[in-house]
């Protein structure tokens, strides 16, 4: 039997390649790489502007968090950005800083964990998972998952890609050399891996 992560993966790929819920879809861009779908998030009843919440979800599977984002991503996330006030505006009547954009770090699913010489520890995540940025309406208060340690503003985002230094001598991009603080609920899937290897750094 498909697991929970399966089922959601499969309805995600169906979106992406249309073949299912074409009728949501706000706006497509369609660049295999830096393409990208909006639409409504399945938790929204579509009716309540308050709790407006839509999700900008990558077409490629090689972006799968936060770390993979590159100076060249910026193109995307700026269209990003420009496309969902567009369509607030023009669907819902909502202006300028009436939304909020944010990206999950960590993201929920992951496959394996390494410990970095710096004893920083990084995750990487199922390359089915595809990257996407949340948008909710900025009135909404209470919203899980959008709390410092764990949300990363869309525009603090591109803002560090922008000043990142072309001159790196291995490549890595600005967020795959950042330390990030984040909080794990102790039911997450990551928190028993990641308290385990902590616990191996700190006995070598």
Partial sequence: ?????DLINFRVEDILSGKSEVDKILHRAPSPEYGYVIL???KWD???ISSLYLMAISLSSSI????DLRKSHLPMLRSIRVETARIVKERWGLGEGSI???IHYQPSYCVY???CPSSTIHTKYASEDHFHVHIVNANYLGLMGSTVGQAHLLDDVISLLEV???NIADGTSIYERLTLTYGLGDQHGLFGPLKQAQAMISAA
């Fill in 100 to 102: 909020r954009m944010f």
């Fill in 40 to 42: 409504p998030d399945m």
């Fill in 46 to 48: 579509l009716i309540t």
């Fill in 164 to 166: 990142d230094s072309d």
């Fill in 113 to 115: 964990i390494r410990a």
């Fill in 1 to 5: 039997m498909p697991s929970q992560h």
């Fill in 64 to 67: 799968r968090s936060l770390r």
